[in-house]
């Protein structure tokens, strides 16, 4: 097959070619690596590029599905991995100086299922520093720009994987999602993201920042792709305690997500809050997502408008519990065990504070010292236990709503892509950016986004649809329906 014959296919797709002998792994991993070669230096889509290791394990892939060892619908089919996912062996650097020349001695375990369904990992993508941003600009390695257009940012902190996807670098990719780096970067890039429930996903040797609101997931070219890689990645996993236990046998136990792709949503009713569309959210990313709300109605779905509530907390309550646990988690780095340490210090305590403060960048040191002072004497109650209860109260109005509606549907984000640098000199708008993602956090909900169309300059506007914890499956449904039913570039 031509390359751009392979790079225009989905990765279920390619997988199909493959398997039917049409092309084969090392023949479409070699068309990637062109498209790497030919596109990254104007996107700067990835951190590591792994062209041995990507031959390599498209060669023996080859070798599996020839003899019927590998029959999975992704079998050959190179993918990428956000580089705050631990890869044994590889250079693993959640895009900062001070993991700069870390190489983990094991392997994610949704990176391993995703290595034992056969795909072919290209490399490790850019992020925003420990996943500290929402624009792909704080990594120390340089910022990552959008495909659609480069002036503008890919949204973040998962911009590498969701640029490297639009760019056709890769057929598919794997994102963490903590207050919408998932699904923000899927909407500004105009590519497909699920962010699944809290526990579906093992979050082994996926490095912190909010233990409490990290999750893995697949970004990708559609609904199908997305689901067919977190049937592959959704696992109990003993090594992780926050890895759920659910009924066996129930519905919410089953991860079959690709049964859910049915073009079919008669019957299902649609909740669209009104405290979305309030003050701050772009027209044209309104006039988009009421248009696609309108379109689930023509599709036989109940669409109604209500009343969430709690939307203006959201986003201080995210902050402070997502600062504070970052400063928990990253007190470890401290040059002792693995990563950077300080050429020149004194003592212990000189080198701890020499090495942090030459290994962490500016949007990391923040949020760091935000959380330390949430958590300090005389403040926790004030804030953090605060937030805590926020964060209950949130999830109390999502489980009201979801008595009444199967999904509820809104934007991803109040704007289309910004201008590179913009977001940079005022944090707090950048913050301000993630206030329709970060509440699916802190209840710990699934949601996808897809894209719904485009703006006058051209920019996808992301479409959410947010379910009930473990009910992936109605989010999949609507999401395909829409997708097969949607004119939208």
Known sequence: MEREDILRLTAVELGKKIAAG??????????????????????????????????????????????????????????????????????????????????????????????DAGVVILGKTNMDEFAMGSTT?????????NPRDLTRVPGGSSGGSAAAVAADECAAALGSDTGGSIRQPAGFCGVAG???????????????YGSSLDQIGPLAKDVTDCATILEIISTLDEKDSTSARLPEGSEEAATDFTSALVDDVKGMKIGVPRDYFLEGIDPEV????????????????????????????????????????ASSNLERFDGVKYGYRTESYTDLHNMYKKTRSEGFGAE??????????????????????????????????????????????????????????????????????????VSVNLAGLPGISIPCGCDKDGLPVGLQLLGQTFAEKKIIRAAYTYEKNSMSS
Do not use: W
Request: some cysteine.
């Open 137 to 145: 600009e704080t990594s120390y390695f340089g910022a990552t720009k």
């Open 194 to 208: 699920i962010k699944p429930t809290y526990g579906r996903v093992s979050r082994y040797g996926l490095i912190a």
């Open 22 to 115: 049409e092309t084969t792994s090392v023949e479409a991993t070699r068309a990637y690596l062109d498209q790497i070669g030919a596109r990254e230096r104007e996107i700067h889509a990835y951190i590591t590029v792994d062209t041995e290791g990507a031959l390599r394990q498209a060669e023996e892939a080859d070798r599996k599905i020839a003899a019927g060892q590998l029959t999975g619908p992704l079998a050959g089919v190179p993918v990428a991995i956000k580089d705050n996912m631990c890869i044994e062996g590889q250079l693993t650097t959640c895009a900062s100086r001070i993991l700069g020349n870390f190489k983990p001695t094991y392997t994610a375990t949704a990176v391993q299922a995703m290595k």
């Open 364 to 437: 990391v040191k923040r949020r760091i010292m935000l959380g330390s002072f949430v958590l300090s004497s005389g403040y926790y109650d004030a804030y953090y236990v605060k937030a805590l209860r926020v964060k209950a109260l949130i999830k109390q109005a999502f489980d009201k709503a979801f008595e009444k509606y199967d999904v509820i549907l809104g934007p991803v984000a109040p704007t289309t892509a910004l201008p590179i640098g913009e977001s940079l000199s005022d944090p707090i708008k950048m913050y301000l950016g993630d206030i329709y993602t």
């Open 286 to 325: 309104k006039e988009k997502v009421l248009a696609a709300a309108e379109k689930f109605r023509e599709l036989g779905a109940e669409v109604e408008e209500f009343d969430l509530g709690m939307v203006e907390y959201a986003i201080p309550a995210y902050y402070i519990i997502a600062c504070a646990e």
